[in-house]
């Protein structure tokens, strides 16, 4: 019988310590990989920026009301940053084309079939809320009038957040739509639209928030004023 129980604790330690292991897996070891994934991601754009290297498009430069059109996104990698001050001046995360498993371990996700930075339409991103770097985890904190700022290499993009974080089924597909349901809007424009894991450690909801094109600028003119400290 002693013999039983000893072997019945052993197990339990062993069991115990696996499953310690396994969360401090989750909750460090793959924000440490998501962390220098991003970060490399972050690289790749700019030392491509330096060099010249940017989406293509119209020759017209970029103004208020005809941002630069870019060329084709490629499946998988960066192509823009994103910086959303309300979760941290240091907050900056690189965005790449589609919303897979694979691709969202490296920073956050543009829906494929969603309008493409800057452009007439709703530019949809997904990101985690927890683990691989928890790049959403602060989702809920965010406002009305907050702003979301990208660059692409030659223009940056600011948007203004309409709403709270509204919460939703996963089924809910039309919250990307090119305007977007029970968004508020009446008709056509330039949209933004954010996703993410609601609650925070589950995936049974999202939460939503959506934001329209304040203005834009080329990266020549220096950072945006909602980027300014």
């Not at 970060?39 to 017209?60: F, H, Y």
């Not at 208020?64 to 084709?72: A, F, I, L, Q």
Request: proline share 8%.
């Amino acid at each position: 019988m002693r013999v039983l129980l000893r072997t019945f604790s052993e197990l339990c330690i062993t069991v115990g310590t696996l499953i310690v292991l396994f969360v401090a897996y989750v909750l460090f070891w793959t924000g440490v990989k998501a962390d220098n994934a991003m970060d490399s991601q972050i690289d790749t754009l700019q030392d491509r920026w330096a060099q010249g290297s940017v989406p293509s498009g119209t020759d017209d430069k970029p103004t208020e009301s005809t941002p630069k059109k870019p060329g084709p996104y490629e499946d998988g990698k960066p192509f823009a940053v994103m910086y959303i001050p309300r979760l941290g001046f240091t907050w900056n995360k690189p965005v790449l084309q589609g919303t897979g498993t694979e691709t969202l371990k490296k920073g956050l996700g543009h829906y494929g079939d969603t309008a493409q930075l800057g452009q007439k339409g709703n530019f949809a991103v997904a990101g985690h809320r927890r683990t691989y770097g928890d790049p959403f985890k602060d989702f809920p904190k965010l406002r009305p009038d907050d702003a979301v700022v990208l660059t692409d290499g030659t223009t940056w993009f600011t948007y203004r957040i309409d709403n709270k974080p509204y919460k939703t089924l996963p089924g809910d597909v039309g919250v990307i739509d090119a305007v977007p349901r029970k968004s508020g809007y009446d008709g056509p424009g330039r949209y933004l639209t954010l996703t993410t894991c609601e609650p925070e450690w589950g995936h049974s909801h999202r939460l939503i928030v959506w934001a329209h094109l304040d203005g834009t600028q080329p990266v020549e003119a220096g950072k945006p004023e909602a980027l300014r400290r």
